[in-house]
């Protein structure tokens, strides 16, 4: 029995008081944690589990922080996209706005352009040294801080060691694009069954700002709404390079992620691919049994530059008001070598800091099967299926990153790209046509993309 | 009058209104007012925040003028017309089948012919992804062949055809078959024992009996073809991107402008698309009727 309850049944109070004090008392633990922890909201997209075991690190790696910030998080959409729409949603209605959203970096300027986002500057000073130049570049919108970087998707080039070495390929020798054409259909005559690359009839969305972020004076728009698709050659040339890829027979004619992708992989028909470093994670998974026989290049140099779509970013909505525990928590987890070094042995995501790259490439070289885990699994961890070494063209990818200067109107601009481009594929359009049909559309569809 | 009578007689004309108001109000809120805004921003420059800037018809006049519009809608009314004939011809033959018993264990049978109803969309298209698929599916590994049936825009309208009729066929069997119940069987009887033929009962009875069905059945599966999104898109679509243009339906436009941040132009498609459907509906049914009367 309660001291409350005793104390009442001698008389001493009232049934209310009592009853009231029992409430006070009821609730008290909730006050206490309430004052103790300050709790953040984090969107993320597809699903929690994935940023849940994040907060879980956080609180076995930083338990004075975790003490103090309590993490929410949550998933509004299976894709960034939806993310986005949810976040529109919130900030039209001024409720549930959260207090971190990830975002991909060309999602980023639509949001960066409207003020919404806070300005990380002052926060983000003294990390900033730290950060590779790639990553300072994902920070930034123009020239505010709005983001936290943690996720660079560098430009890779897979390929198939074996495969290679016996069509006498060398790929750091590869440096035009007739060089890469060439090598193509060498590696055709020796291996006739097998692709040095892939490429299907609407080829997959990340292709084009991957191909475009190359030229960093490259840009769909300028501030006044004038697009540059007929003034800047390099949106020809990168139609001609899909198209050339596509009509030459040197790709296995299927895009990435249709279904015949990751068999193509399993039988060898596919032995190259051009894509961003985030493919360690499914090569693996797509073709077990070619442990080892994978290796890890930069990009040809006629298109070594850029970054496929950038990079993954934690943004704080200017409308937060947890933003310096937002910040708090993301900083942790990202911004410090304990928890960078901590999140690539997890995910197996690149730090993006430069006093921790030593530590990784040391913890690589020196990787122990961890408890638990069987033979099939361990053998899939990418730094197993590829060797110790993978992680260094992967950190050298980033010397070559690049993030291309996304307007507001980015993923409208990419869906008229790509439609305009299966159109001349498809030969229903001329070159000509394809160009002029991407910039008249634009301009009607999109006005200036930096009114809104 | 006394005050009583008064009071019973205002509650006997309030309570047929008290019985329709949750209707009413929740077709209001959550239908009519959401609509009334979508028409109002379709007239906006909007980005789902912040002012929506009034541009009169602009947003109209840009979708209208935009090829991919055209293509889409072509692409909708094909998936319409297509699947429609067939799928409505296979659900009523089974059901007349059924009815006059040609089938054996129809119970068995209609949950087979039903089942795919079940299936979610999602699911059903990555079956159909497994037996279409190029270079690596059932059908080509099969027969030997390597074919694009999921690639090529001239074949990947048929397969989405493919999955509609085997997706709708079992709900519309289900639906002829109840409509088939409430046709007395003494009027067929009484023809039969006047000399007329299976087809001329079949022909002269049973359809025109049928017609509120078959009218019923025309019209809802125009509308939900009409607003057709996630078969052609799980089907055709990759890595979170939506079907190819070539393959594509109309909602997809609206789609592709919300997630670009254009709400007035996805109003615009949203509320052109609306249009679309109830002119072809109310057409459908001065049709039908006509033909009927």
């Known amino acids: ?372 885990l069987t033979d099939a699994q361990w053998a899939v961890v990418p730094n197993t299926y590829f060797g110790s070494e993978f992680l260094r063209p992967v950190l050298d990818s980033y010397e070559h990153f690049n993030v291309f200067p996304y307007d507001p109107a980015a993923q409208t601009e990419l869906d008229i790209m790509r439609r305009e481009t299966e159109a001349y594929l498809a030969g229903s359009k001329t070159r000509d046509q394809t160009l002029a049909a991407m910039q008249s559309t634009m301009a009607a569809r999109i006005g200036n993309p930096y009114r809104p | 009058m006394s005050g009583g009578v008064m009071i019973r007689s205002a509650r006997a004309v309030l309570a047929p209104y008290l019985f329709v108001a949750p209707f009413l109000l929740s077709f209001a809120g959550l239908f009519l007012g959401p609509a009334g805004y979508a028409l109002y921003l379709s007239f906006t420059r909007y980005r789902g925040f912040g002012v929506a800037r009034w541009v009169g018809l602009e947003n109209y006049a840009v979708v209208l003028g935009y090829d991919a519009f055209w293509i889409m809608l072509g692409n909708t009314l094909f998936y319409w017309v297509a699947h429609a004939i067939p799928m409505m011809a296979l659900a009523l033959t089974l059901a007349i089948a059924v009815q006059r018993k040609a089938i054996r264990w129809t119970r068995t049978f209609k949950t087979l012919v039903f089942l795919p109803q079940v299936l979610a969309s999602v699911a059903t298209a990555l079956l159909f992804q497994t037996i279409f698929g190029s270079h690596y599916g059932l059908i080509d590994r099969l027969l030997g062949f390597d074919t694009p049936w999921l690639t090529d825009p001239a074949l990947s309208r048929w397969t989405v055809v493919a999955v509609l009729i085997w997706r709708s066929t079992g709900y519309w069997f289900i639906v002829f078959l109840a409509g088939l119940t409430t046709i007395s069987p003494e009027i067929d009887e009484a023809a039969a024992i006047d000399g007329a033929s299976a087809w001329q009962r079949l022909w002269r009875i049973t359809l025109p009996l049928l017609r509120p069905t078959l009218i019923f059945a025309v019209l809802v599966d125009a509308i939900v073809t009409l607003r057709l999104f996630a078969e052609p898109n799980v089907l055709l679509g990759k890595a979170g991107a939506l079907a190819p243009t070539a393959a594509a339906p109309l909602l997809n436009l609206v789609v592709e402008q919300m997630r670009g941040g254009m709400f007035g132009a996805a109003a615009a498609t949203g509320w052109l698309l609306f249009s679309l459907i109830a002119v072809l509906t109310f057409a459908l049914f001065r049709l039908m009727r006509e033909r009927g009367a």
Request: no cysteine.
């Open chain 1, 1 to 372: 029995m309660s001291l409350i309850e005793t104390t009442a049944r001698a008389g001493r109070l009232s049934r209310r008081t009592a009853l009231g004090l029992a409430s006070a008392s009821a609730l008290l633990p909730t006050i206490v944690r309430a004052q103790r922890a300050q709790k953040i909201t984090v969107w993320t997209w597809g699903g929690v589990e994935r940023f849940q075991r994040r907060v879980d690190a956080f609180k076995r790696l930083f338990p004075a922080e975790a003490a103090k910030i309590e993490v929410e998080v949550v998933s509004p959409g299976k894709n960034d996209a939806e993310v986005y729409q949810a976040f529109r949603l919130a900030l039209a209605s001024g409720n549930a706005v959260p207090d971190l959203v990830q975002m991909n970096y060309i999602g980023l300027p639509e949001f960066a352009e409207a003020g919404v986002l806070a300005d990380l500057g002052p926060m983000m000073k003294p990390y900033n040294g730290d950060l590779v130049d790639g990553a300072r570049k994902l920070a930034a919108y123009n020239t505010t801080t709005v983001a936290i970087p943690y996720q660079m998707k560098g430009k890779v080039w897979f390929y198939r060691k074996d495969l290679f070495e016996a069509a006498g390929i060398d790929p750091l020798a590869v440096r035009s694009f007739d060089d890469y054409m060439t090598a193509g259909r060498r590696y055709r005559n020796k291996h006739p069954t097998s692709f040095m690359m892939n490429i299907g009839r609407t080829p997959i969305h990340w292709w084009y700002y991957m191909i475009l972020s190359h030229w960093p004076e490259t840009r769909v728009a300028e501030r006044d709404g004038k697009f540059r698709i007929l003034s800047d050659p390099h949106f020809g040339t990168m139609i001609d390079w899909l198209k050339a890829w596509r009509s030459s027979g040197i790709a296995f004619d299927t895009d990435d992620f249709e279904p015949a992708w990751q068999p193509a992989f399993a039988d060898s028909s596919i032995g190259g691919t051009l894509l961003s470093n985030w493919m360690t994670d499914f090569l693996p998974k797509f073709a077990p049994a070619q442990g080892g026989r994978w290796g890890l290049a930069p990009w040809p140099e006629f298109n070594r530059n850029g970054s496929e779509a950038g990079g993954s970013v934690m943004t704080i909505p200017a409308a937060s008001r947890n933003q310096e525990a937002a910040f708090s928590f993301a900083a942790s987890m990202f911004l410090t070598r304990q928890g960078s070094v901590d999140e690539w042995v997890r995910t197996g995501t690149p730090t993006v800091l430069r006093s921790a790259r030593e530590e990784m490439l040391g913890r690589s070289a020196t990787m122990a099967r961890p408890e638990g």
